[in-house]
Structure formats: structure tokens, C-alpha cells
């Protein structure tokens, strides 16, 4: 069984201040991560406040500029700093996790994933290793630079890994409608009507909250593979999702 589990920087970080990170929350679900043998795994991360502040400052997501060239370094430089505490707090648990950063190993064109090393992370895998991938900024053939978020790697590598599994893991119970009740479920049926009533996520974030993650989740479960949007503040939550115990959240199905 291989999964595909996203925590969202929201959980992990501050997202109203600038580098702010989480420690005790990455070290809990590093823990609960470490806990379980789920099968094969991959882990993709959120920046947080690691990336869509500077992403935002310098403009980053206007394409490649004398301002926005700037801004690569700082955009990157902070989300692999979150990707190291990660990484870090993994390990402490017992994980085999290894970062692979976008921004060397994947193009984008037209803001899409053009090319994505895949061979590193199969090879990863094969070996029972954890690559951990993240949101970051990447080189764009169109756009000179954009910025990838972790929702679009989400379903990319769900495709082509041919995984079983998907969980996001938020800072919300999943998806919420106006009244901010839980949606159970979310099929090509009333998708319409959900998109209608979504917002874009509190702090900032450059690459569209909650709106932009479904966006990317349904096309994936039209082709077979669903989704699990669910709380990843609860402590415990990362751990049953895991363990294909979780009830809680957002499923998302192509029926
Ligand atoms: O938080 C955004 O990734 P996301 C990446 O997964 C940057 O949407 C650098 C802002």
C-alpha cells in the first residue's frame, strides 16, 4: 500500500507571523507518523509562514523579474528550513524520511508540472525510505518562476506513483461550509455547489486555501483515487488516518 499524506503549513506553522514554526505540533504528528507501518510513504508539507510571506513580498507568482529573482533564495531558504525541522523531527521518530526539494528536481510550465524527478523518489520508496517534499518556488519555462504548492504535487504524484491513498491533513475539521459545518462528502455532484461557498483560507496564502486543495482533489478522484480531508490538529488523527481508522473529515470521491 503506498500513501500519499499533506500536512498543510497551517498546522505545522504560524501562518500570521513569519517563521513561525510549530515545533511541538511537528514533533507530535512526526510521532504519530513513527508509530504506525502504514506501507510505503510519502509526506508532502505546506510552507506555512515559510514561503507564501516572502512569496508574496517579492511577488513571486507574477513570473521572473528584477524584483521577483530576488525573492527565490528567501522563499526557498525558509521552506526548506521548515522542511529540515521536519525532516529532523521524523527521524527523531524513527522515520527513514529524506527531503527532495522541488526547486531541484521539478519545471513547471504555465504554473503546472511540467517534469518531476520521479526515479529519486521511486528509488525511495523501493528502499522503505520517506521522501518528504513541500510547497516551494520552481522554475517555470513560461513564467520564468512560479510557485508550486504542495496541493498540485498532491495529485501528481498520487497519478503517477499509482498510490492507494490520500490524506490532507488541515487546521479545520475539513471541508466547511458557510455556517461552518462539516461537508462528509464531496462527489462531481455537489461540487458546484461547494465551490461556490468556499473561501480562500485565513493569514496568507498565495496558492488558494481550502478552494485551491479541493480543486486539485477532485480531477484525482474522478479518476479513481479519493481523498481524506481532515483535522491534523487533532492529535491522534494523522495516526488513524494512517492506520485506515479515521471516520472524522472530507471524503472525496468521484461518486
Ligand atoms: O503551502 C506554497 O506551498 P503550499 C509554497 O503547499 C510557497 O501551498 C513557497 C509559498
Redesign the pocket.
Known amino acids: 500500500m503506498t500513501t500519499i499524506l499533506k500536512i498543510g ?1 497551517s498546522v505545522l506553522t504560524d501562518k500570521n507571523k513569519v517563521s513561525a514554526a510549530r515545533p511541538d505540533v511537528i514533533a507530535r504528528i512526526a510521532k504519530e507518523i513513527g508509530e504506525i507501518d502504514s506501507g510505503k510513504l510519502v509526506l508532502i508539507h ?3 509562514s515559510f ?2 510571506h516572502q ?1 508574496k513580498d517579492y511577488k513571486l507568482t507574477d513570473g521572473l523579474n528584477d524584483w521577483s529573482i530576488k525573492g527565490i533564495w528567501p ?1 526557498h531558504s525558509a ?1 526548506t528550513s521548515l522542511n529540515r525541522m521536519v525532516v529532523d523531527a521524523l527521524q527523531m521518530s524513527g522515520v527513514d524520511a529524506i527531503p527532495v526539494n522541488p526547486l531541484s528536481s521539478c519545471t513547471l510550465s504555465g504554473g503546472r508540472i511540467e517534469h518531476m524527478c520521479l526515479d529519486v523518489i521511486e528509488l525511495m520508496l523501493q528502499d522503505d525510505i520517506t521522501p518528504v517534499l513541500h ?3 520552481v522554475m517555470d519555462r513560461d513564467r520564468g518562476v512560479d ?1 508550486l ?3 498540485q504535487i498532491v495529485p501528481y504524484l498520487a497519478r503517477e506513483l499509482k498510490v492507494d491513498r490520500v490524506g490532507i491533513g488541515t487546521n479545520v475539521d475539513g471541508v466547511l461550509d458557510r455556517d461552518g459545518k462539516l461537508i462528509r462528502k464531496l462527489t462531481p455532484g455537489n461540487m458546484g455547489e461547494v465551490d461556490k461557498i468556499l473561501s480562500g483560507s485565513g493569514g496568507v496564502d ?2 488558494g486555501g481550502m478552494h485551491g486543495k479541493i480543486h486539485e482533489l477532485m480531477p484525482l478522484a474522478k479518476v479513481g483515487i479519493p481523498s481524506l480531508v481532515f483535522n491534523a490538529e487533532k492529535p491522534g488523527n494523522v495516526m488513524k488516518f494512517l492506520k485506515n481508522d479515521l471516520q472524522e473529515g472530507t471524503f472525496i470521491r468521484g461518486d
Open positions: 503549513g505546506g510552507a506555512g514561503g507564501h512569496a522563499t521552506v510547497g516551494d518556488v510557485i504548492s504542495g496541493d498565495v496558492t
